[in-house]
């Protein structure tokens, strides 16, 4: 007899058919943005991650210039901001930044040491990301704005702390972390209807923080890696206003107005990255008005003298497996885990198919 009450009261929550809903898959295609609306499987996000031209053999990155000219498309929505640029930061000729403090070292010829601090162009490899995927919802049953809470970003990835700050809490755009990326068209955290700001942890988990410690040990360098990455990033809920219709009809090749746009912007990092994008687009369904269409990008920027680092790991036997590379582009045996741990690929496929299954049920956390 209770049978019915309690299926009437589910149906009105929108619980049944969150609970019965298919996990979403991913399927591994050449390219998302191109596969055609009306090939879309059920439940499945078509997801592709290979770069045209990798900057090196089994590493699925691109350098930021050849990205810029090859897809100056991408490069516009999905940069920190469309007229980025590779900063100029300071060096030492060894690589070290600049502390603050110049090198005035001698040499027997009582020249002023080669070391001293020089500006350098900060090169960047792309790692870029892209997904797409339905919705049985139509466009006007999304709120998007809902979902802009430090709730949402915490169930896409339990493994990642975050907390709330505002504009004041920023931190400077000076140093080699911060240097071009401030706003040009804004401050960070400012000028957006619907926005957060956010302060995020991420502790590096399985043998990694061991092989760090050990790789601190070797250094003689007074520079010492973390075993964890801070970062701070905007959150938004794209206002009517604030959309590019025809330029992200062009971005993710579906010529169908975008009912909405969800992005996060991460603009400082401690290490490894210079800064990460997310972007999802809302788009209606050319053939079913009940149907929602989600094309989905994640952009991260790594600072290229990452990789410069092989050989010093390849020289310790121990560490001969958490070369920044291979760790990166999860083929060490140190990841792990289902987050940032286990390689960008992994870690790309893990955020999209969570937020395809909380867009779905459309249950957003608070």
Not at 40 to 68: E, G, M
Not at 109 to 133: D, W
């Amino acid at each position: 007899m209770m049978i019915r009450p309690i299926a009437v009261l589910c149906a009105l929550l929108g619980l049944c058919s969150a609970a019965g809903a298919a996990p979403f898959q991913i399927e591994d295609v050449a390219s998302a943005r191109n596969v055609a609306v009306a090939q879309l499987k059920p439940s499945t996000i078509a997801f592709s991650d290979k770069p045209d031209a990798a900057a090196a053999a089994n590493l699925d990155l691109v350098p930021f210039a050849d990205w810029a000219v090859k897809h100056p498309t991408e490069k516009k929505f999905l940069a920190l901001f469309p007229s980025y640029t590779e900063p100029t930061v300071t060096k030492t000729q060894g690589g070290n930044s600049d502390t603050g403090k110049a090198d005035t070292s001698k040499t027997e010829t009582g020249k002023t040491g080669s070391n001293a601090p020089k500006p350098v162009v900060q090169k960047l490899y792309m790692y870029v990301a892209q997904a797409r995927f339905a919705l049985d919802r139509a466009p006007a049953s999304l709120d998007l704005p809902h979902d802009v809470t430090i709730g949402f970003l915490q169930r896409i990835d339990p493994a990642i702390k975050h907390n709330e700050i505002n504009a004041a809490d920023v931190a400077p755009f000076t140093g080699e972390a911060g240097a071009g990326n401030q706003n040009p068209d804004r401050q960070w955290c400012t000028g957006r209807t619907t926005s957060i700001c956010i302060q995020s942890t991420y502790t590096l988990e399985g043998k990694i923080p061991l092989g760090i410690m050990l790789v601190n040990k070797l250094r003689e360098t007074a520079k010492k890696i973390s075993d964890h990455i801070d970062f701070q990033s905007e959150f938004s809920a794209l206002a009517p206003s604030e959309i590019d219709d025809a330029g992200l009809r062009q971005l993710t090749s579906l010529d169908t107005p975008v009912a909405g746009v969800l992005e996060q912007d991460i603009f400082h990092v401690n290490q490894i990255m210079k800064f990460g994008k997310f972007l999802a687009v809302f788009q209606n369904d050319p053939a079913d008005p009940g149907k929602t269409v989600v094309t989905a990008f994640m952009t991260l920027a790594i600072d290229a003298s990452v990789f410069d680092k092989k050989k010093d790991f390849e020289k310790v036997p121990v560490l001969r497996n958490l070369v920044p590379a291979e760790v990166l582009m999860g083929r060490s045996s140190f990841n792990s885990g289902n987050s940032i741990s286990a390689g960008l690929p992994q870690y790309a496929r893990n955020e999209i198919k969570t937020v395809a299954g909380m867009l779905a049920d459309g249950v957003a956390a608070k």
